[in-house]
């Protein structure tokens, strides 16, 4: 009997509980490298670019620098390609929309990956996933609020950067069949930094000093966050570490509130539960099916 098993799973809640708050703490570095003057292209650089330090370190404490071979650089270029896109609506939404509002909006993940995952991959979808589908939706109604004079660019990059989160998880999951965690986390930084510095280099301006380590700390922060969210995965199942991510609504209220004066409106309040509930209904259906699968296989 392994008895450490009960401490993984410990281990992986406190793993993605931490990379939430790091990923919150990216999107206060971010409005605040904003505020001194950066812009996207700059912000997206720095998160790749300073995102190979802690990843090039965990991958040399861990696996080894072999382990980032590939015969895949094809599947690599294509997930960076679709990531940089989703990074740009991602990064986009945070800096039209305050962060409770633009983390909320990240939370329609789950029903995007629902959707795309019957569309796409012909997976069977009931009518249990599919209400939740419909309920998200209505708390984003709720939430945005349409013809209400809300910031519409905001939420039309929040509802496309979790679209295509959706869609870089589906081919995530082909992708790790063959390749290990730590192999495509190297590769989706080091391909995403050409393209970046281009777009940096059409756009760079002069910045205090202030400006340009935030800047640094916003890669750090997310280079940290993914290789913490990578190895929760590791450690825990699906179903017992992803709804960790909702916590990343309080940092985001808090942060608001805190750094910059600003607490959700009434309509966040209201729709954030439906959209909370979807995702979190969402995951249990799919932890009952794979272990209904798996009984099956058993039997």
């Known amino acids: ?31 605040l490298a904003e505020a001194g003057g950066a812009h996207l292209a700059e912000t997206m650089f720095f998160r790749q670019l300073f995102a190979l330090v802690p990843v ?8 080894g620098l072999p382990s980032i071979r590939t015969s895949r650089i094809g599947a690599h270029m294509l997930r960076a390609g679709l990531g940089l896109v989703s990074m740009s609506f991602v990064f986009g939404t945070i800096l039209l929309l305050p962060l409770a509002e633009s983390t ?24 249990h996933r599919w209400g ?3 309920l998200g939706f209505v708390g984003v109604l709720i939430i945005t609020q349409p013809g ?11 509802l496309m950067g979790a679209l295509l989160s959706a869609g870089i998880s589906i081919l995530l999951r082909q992708i790790g069949k063959t390749e290990g965690a730590a192999t495509t986390v190297f590769w989706f930084s080091v391909l995403s930094v050409p393209p970046t510095a281009i777009a940096f280099a059409l756009t760079a301006n002069p910045h205090p000093a202030q400006t340009w380590v935030l800047l640094a700390l916003v890669g750090i922060c997310g280079g940290i966050a993914q290789m913490l969210m990578t190895a929760s995965l590791k450690l825990g199942p699906v179903s017992l570490v992803v709804p960790m991510d909702y916590t990343g609504l309080v940092w985001a209220t808090l942060f608001g509130w805190v750094l910059f004066d600003v607490l959700p409106g009434w ?5 954030a539960p439906f959209v909370i509930g979807s ?9 009952v099916r794979r272990r209904g699968e798996t009984t099956q296989a058993i039997a």
Do not use: C, N
Request: a positive charge; charged letters at 10%.
């Open 148 to 158: 209400a004079g809300m910031a519409g660019w905001g939420i039309a990059t929040g």
């Open 279 to 287: 995702g979190l209904y969402i995951v249990w259906r799919e932890h």
């Open 1 to 31: 009997m392994d008895k450490p098993a009960p401490d993984r799973v410990m281990l992986a809640i406190v793993l993605r509980l931490t990379a939430v708050l790091a990923f919150g703490v990216m999107g206060v570095l971010i409005k």
């Open 132 to 134: 939740a589908v419909i």
């Open 104 to 127: 909320t909006l990240q939370f329609t993940l789950p029903i995007w990956a629902t959707i795309l995952g019957a569309v796409l991959l012909r997976e069977p979808v009931g009518w």
């Open 267 to 271: 309509s966040t309040w209201l729709g």
């Open 56 to 63: 090039t370190l965990w991958i040399s404490a861990g696996p």
